[in-house]
């Protein structure tokens, strides 16, 4: 059944997946839209991976329903289902050509050999392989394998395609750049994919929607901006970038200002979106590269929300310098942009933090 374009083209509802006692994937509910790449990233064994199976059909659920394009596929089997997926480990057929393995699914579908020659040749150009086909897996490299992989998913046109951590077996300068092409032909083809990854990094700058799991819930959904600056819980926060906590009281509010009693001082900040009192316990979430670092020397003209602290290692990585400050009994973590122009800092040095207005506050949990 053909659905309208703005109907999702995937949709779980409730969806549980249980081994034994483990509930692997604990009722999980999303829709996605059509042509988009949203990303499952949480630590490794948060369920990830048996989400994708349950999706392609190689997992049964236990509980909750999967549509696919408006058609209801819960109980089909996994060859009746318009997905595809890669895997880490590319699972290309070693003794067939490239050629062989991209033309497999046709095959099997008993296509014509006409047609599926044209069809691994337009594969082969879409993945930049052209002119490859010959060879046998063994003699590609990681990336070029992964390729082969990709173009053997999309062979049959799948409604949708499942990655799971496809990019995770490559070394790191080609991860990067095959990520970009794995966009790419997203973008280009229009495709719409589910990716997985426990890598934040990988997960932040690939996706349209990102959703955050641990241990078989999702704790969160959206953008990746959504998720870097506005993360729900301490997990989400400590699990996409890096982050300092600063945890404290409010102990005035005024205006669309509130006074937040950390350690050492307080500080000025805007009122959180949500309901505060004077007495509340909230943590103050700041992401590394919010805070400006100067020399205990520089005099500043405005004295609010300065922290003092002292060097205590530095890491000069080039294009940052990433700095690990004590401030009281705190460690706080500061990445400076542009060190060679602002000033390399030596471990043991005195300097000031200066903190923003706008901080993300989270309400503060039970230790
Ligand atoms: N076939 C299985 N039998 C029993 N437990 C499993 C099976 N597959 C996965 N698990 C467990 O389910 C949880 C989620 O696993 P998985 O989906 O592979 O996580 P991820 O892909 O996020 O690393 C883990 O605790 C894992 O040990
Ligand atoms: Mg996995």
């Known amino acids: 059944m053909a659905n309208g374009n703005d109907s999702p083209v995937l ?95 046709l095959r099997v579908r008993k296509k014509s050999k006409q047609e599926i020659d044209a069809e691994v040749e337009r594969l082969l150009a879409l993945v930049q392989m052209d002119g490859l086909g010959d060879r046998k897996p063994h003699e590609l490299s990681g990336g070029q394998q992964q390729r082969v992989a990709l173009a053997r998913a999309l062979s049959l046109n799948p409604k949708i395609l499942l990655l799971d951590e496809p990019l995770s077996n490559l070394d790191a300068n080609l991860r990067v750049s095959m990520r970009e092409e794995v966009r790419k032909l997203q973008w280009r083809l229009g495709l719409s994919v589910i990716f997985v990854t426990h890598d934040q990094e990988e997960a932040m700058s690939i996706s349209d929607l990102l959703v955050v799991m641990d241990h078989g819930v999702v704790k969160q959904i959206g953008s990746p901006t959504e998720i870097y600056e506005h993360p729900i819980d301490e997990f989400v926060a400590n699990f996409i970038g890096h982050i300092n906590f600063f945890p404290g009281e409010v102990i005035d509010l005024s205006g669309d200002e509130m ?109």
Request: hydrophobic share 40%; proline share 5%; net charge neutral.
């Open 11 to 105: 949709e779980l509802r409730n969806v549980t997946k249980r081994f034994g006692n483990l509930v692997a994937v604990n009722n999980i509910s999303f829709s996605l839209e059509r042509g988009k790449l949203v990303t499952f990233v949480g630590p490794s064994g948060c369920g990830k991976t048996t989400l994708l199976r349950t999706i392609s059909g190689f997992a049964e659920l236990d509980e909750g329903q999967i549509i696919l394009d408006g058609e209801d596929i819960t109980n089909m089997p996994p060859n009746g289902r318009d997905t595809a997926m890669v895997f880490q480990a590319y699972a290309l057929f070693p003794h067939m050509t490239v050629a062989h393995n991209i033309g497999f699914g």
């Open 259 to 367: 006074t937040f009693k950390i350690s050492q001082t307080n500080l000025k900040v805007e009122i959180p979106p949500f309901p505060v009192s004077v007495g509340d316990r909230l943590k103050a979430v700041v992401r590394p590269e919010s805070i400006d670092i100067v020399s205990a020397e520089k005099e500043l003209s405005d004295r609010e929300n300065v922290l003092e602290g002292r060097v205590e290692f530095g890491m000069y990585i080039g294009s940052i310098m990433r700095l690990t400050i004590a401030v009281g009994d705190q460690t706080v973590h500061v990445d400076e942009s542009d060190p060679q122009h602002k000033g390399i800092f030596e471990d043991g040095q005195k300097v000031k933090l200066v903190l923003k207005k706008r901080i993300h506050m989270l309400m503060k949990t039970p230790d």
